[in-house]
C-alpha cells in the first residue's frame, strides 16, 4: 500500500530552537495534512496543504506543499515545552480516495 | 462547537470476546471514519461511513464491521477478538467526505 515516510523518526532539541521535518511519498498526494498527537489522545489537525508550492502558517507552524507534490515540509519556530509531542503527516492515497494514509511520524521532545 | 467523542475511554476484553465501540461527530459533520494505530505507529484506516453506508473500506478483515445512525453517530463492532487487536481506536469526522478530518480522544483496547 501506499507508504509516507517521515524522517526524523525522532529529535531533541533546546527550548527556542527552530525545528525542521518533512515527508515523502513515492506517489503524488493532492492534499497533505499535518496532526499532532499527545500520548493516549487523538491526532489534532495542526495544517492543511491543497495546492503544490503552497506555504501555510498557524502561529509559529509553517508547513509547505513541495512542487514535485510528493513532499510536504513542517517547521516550528521558537520551540517550546508544549512542542512536545508526535507529528505525523497524513494525505488521500490517490485521487476519488476519501481515507488518509499516515506516516510512521516524528516524535518531538523540547528540553526546557 | 462539540468536538468528536467517543467511548468509552478505555475496554479490556479477551481473546474470542466482541466489542463495540462508539463515536459522535463534531457538529455539522456527516462523515465517520475509523482508524485503529497500533503502539509506535500512525493510524490505519479501517473504513468510512456517509449518508449510513460504508463507503470505502482499508484492510481489514470482515471481524471488523460498523454502523452509521441517522443522527450520524457511528459504531465499529470487532467479532473475535485476538491479541493483535489490541490498540488505539480513533474516529475522525468531516464534512461530505471531505479529506480535512477531525479525530476524537479515542478509545483503548486492550485484549487479553
Known amino acids: 500500500g501506499q507508504q509516507l515516510n517521515q524522517s526524523p523518526q525522532s529529535m531533541f532539541i533546546q527550548e527556542g530552537e527552530d525545528v525542521s521535518m518533512n515527508c515523502t511519498s513515492s506517489?503524488?498526494?493532492?492534499?497533505w495534512l499535518w496532526y499532532k498527537q499527545d500520548p493516549g489522545e487523538g491526532p489534532v489537525l495542526l495544517i492543511a496543504?491543497?495546492?503544490?508550492?503552497e506555504l501555510t502558517s498557524n502561529g509559529r507552524l509553517t508547513a509547505q506543499f513541495g512542487i514535485t507534490r510528493k513532499d510536504s515540509f513542517l517547521n516550528i519556530s521558537a520551540s517550546i515545552p508544549s512542542d512536545v509531542g508526535i507529528y505525523f503527516c497524513a494525505g488521500p492515497p490517490g485521487a476519488g480516495s476519501y481515507q488518509l494514509t499516515f506516516g510512521k511520524g516524528t516524535k518531538l521532545s523540547v528540553i526546557p | 462547537d462539540a468536538g468528536v467523542t467517543q467511548s468509552p475511554t478505555h475496554l479490556i476484553k479477551t481473546r474470542g470476546q466482541q466489542v463495540t465501540l462508539r463515536c459522535s461527530p463534531k457538529s455539522g459533520h456527516d462523515t465517520v471514519s475509523w482508524y485503529q494505530q497500533a503502539l509506535g505507529q500512525g493510524p490505519q484506516f479501517i473504513f468510512q461511513?456517509?449518508?449510513?453506508?460504508?463507503?470505502q473500506r482499508g484492510n481489514f478483515p470482515d471481524r471488523f464491521s460498523g454502523h452509521q445512525f441517522p443522527n450520524y453517530s457511528s459504531e465499529l463492532n470487532v467479532n473475535a477478538l485476538l491479541l493483535g487487536d489490541s490498540a488505539l481506536y480513533l474516529c475522525?469526522?468531516?464534512?461530505?467526505?471531505?479529506?480535512?478530518?477531525?479525530f476524537g480522544p479515542g478509545t483503548r483496547l486492550t485484549v487479553l
Open positions: 506517489s503524488i498526494f493532492n492534499t
Open positions: 496543504l491543497y495546492k503544490a508550492g
Open positions: 461511513y456517509y449518508e449510513e453506508e460504508e463507503r
Open positions: 475522525a469526522s468531516s464534512q461530505k467526505r471531505l479529506v480535512l478530518q477531525y
